[in-house]
């Protein structure tokens, strides 16, 4: 099920949004999106541990180490602006420049992303001459023109809004993001913008946002590579009105649920719309000495070739998942173990249940449950994955052409 709640119903107070082409895509597809906060707001971010960052994340990096503080951020689609020298810094800053210039505001409190193709410079003479109309229908109700415009080889824009009560108020936390291919934990996964009129520091939504992108994009594998691009925003203009959340009160505990939620909700959109995916997998750990063991576990399992090969063909080959635990770096102990595909208990205590045929039935499903079980203790850790088909390979063989 590749759905959402239309992005045509949601807005953000404070928030306006576009998406139009610019003419960087050959198809003629919307390619270049804009966020926009009436006010200047707190925002914070995370972005790829690949060694090699494209121009714009090394520009947003830098701003944001000095000052806390954004209006808006530029997006494009179809051109990464990643190792092109020199000239693709002078381009991202340039993009804010002229950015700033349509808005009225200072180029600081302007970002940029990019997501595309590799080592190729970005068409500025394009770019420039759509900004005017990328800012010229700027509006509240167009938050699926900028999802749609930031996508690559997504299948559906990925959008979720999730509502939080903060004192007598009900706050509003909007996740956009794009996300198929080159997908493996340690921040190294999509582009993605959090969007929210409540008021919390910058100091407590970086918290926040780490401990939500822990729980969910870094728990969450498509094909175990690494882009150059990958970012995460997270802003905040406060235009709800509320005192600023406090760390130790009850409304800070509730945004964290509420966000933690959110993002995992928006792997899980990524993990389904995986380059040729036809399932989605969920592996649960639990029975761990600790979450570091339970997650490591749940990495091995998640991004496995052969589990996500097996559970493509509907092969209950549960040695491939207990193979994987056995290399995860986890100290276990084969023997207390207990495996399930869905409902179905096909390994326990370390041995096979000859509960095959009922399992393949279970591999059926658009949605694959892995629980494994590690007699070891209370901890629990859930990742994301899904199935690898040929269809992965006939997209990233001609993703260039």
Request: proline share 3%.
């Amino acid at each position: 099920m590749k759905k959402n709640t239309s992005p045509r119903k949601l807005t953000v107070k404070g928030f306006q949004f576009a998406g139009i082409s610019s003419g960087i895509k050959k198809t003629g597809g919307k390619d270049l999106a804009l966020i926009f906060s009436e006010v200047p707001a707190p925002t914070v971010g995370m972005f790829t541990t690949n060694k090699i960052k494209a121009a714009p994340v090394k520009l947003s990096m830098k701003r944001l180490s000095g000052q806390k503080n954004c209006q808006a951020i530029i997006i494009n689609s179809g051109n990464a602006n990643a190792c092109t020298g020199q000239e693709g810094m002078k381009h991202a800053r340039e993009m804010t420049v002229k950015t700033a210039g349509a808005l009225g505001i200072s180029p600081d409190l302007v970002h940029v992303s990019s997501t595309g193709v590799i080592g190729v410079p970005l068409p500025m003479k394009k770019i420039s001459r759509a900004i005017p109309d990328l800012v010229r229908y700027m509006s509240p109700l167009s938050l699926a023109d900028t999802a749609s415009a930031i996508m690559t080889t997504d299948s559906f824009p990925k959008v979720i809004s999730k509502k939080v009560r903060i004192g007598k108020r009900t706050g509003t936390i909007v996740g956009i993001t794009k996300g198929a291919g080159m997908i493996c934990p340690h921040m190294a996964t999509m582009l993605c913008y959090i969007l929210t009129d409540i008021s919390i520091s910058s100091t407590l939504m970086e918290r926040a946002l780490k401990e939500a992108v822990d729980r969910s994009f870094n728990r969450l594998a498509v094909d175990n590579d690494m882009s150059t691009n990958d970012s995460v925003f997270a802003m905040a203009n406060g235009l709800l009105g509320n005192d600023p959340i406090k760390r130790s009160s009850k409304e800070y505990r509730e945004f964290c649920g509420t966000l933690s939620g959110l993002t995992y909700d928006l792997a899980k959109m990524i993990a389904r719309d995986g380059e040729g995916a036809t399932k989605l997998i969920e592996v649960i750990v639990k029975g761990a000495k600790s979450e570091t063991d339970a997650d490591k576990v749940a990495r091995a399992i998640s991004g496995s070739m052969l589990v996500k090969t097996a559970v493509y063909g509907n092969d209950p080959n549960w040695g491939r998942i207990v193979a994987a635990a056995g290399y995860s770096g986890v100290n276990i102990n084969e023997n207390k173990i207990d495996i399930y595909i869905g409902r179905v208990k096909v390994m326990g205590r370390g041995i096979g249940t000859d509960r095959e045929k009922l399992a393949f039935r279970a591999l059926q499903n658009k949605t694959v449950i892995i629980t494994v079980d590690l007699g070891a203790g209370d901890k629990m850790v859930r990742a994301l994955s899904c199935d690898l088909t040929e269809k992965y390979i006939a997209i990233n063989a001609e993703y260039r052409s």
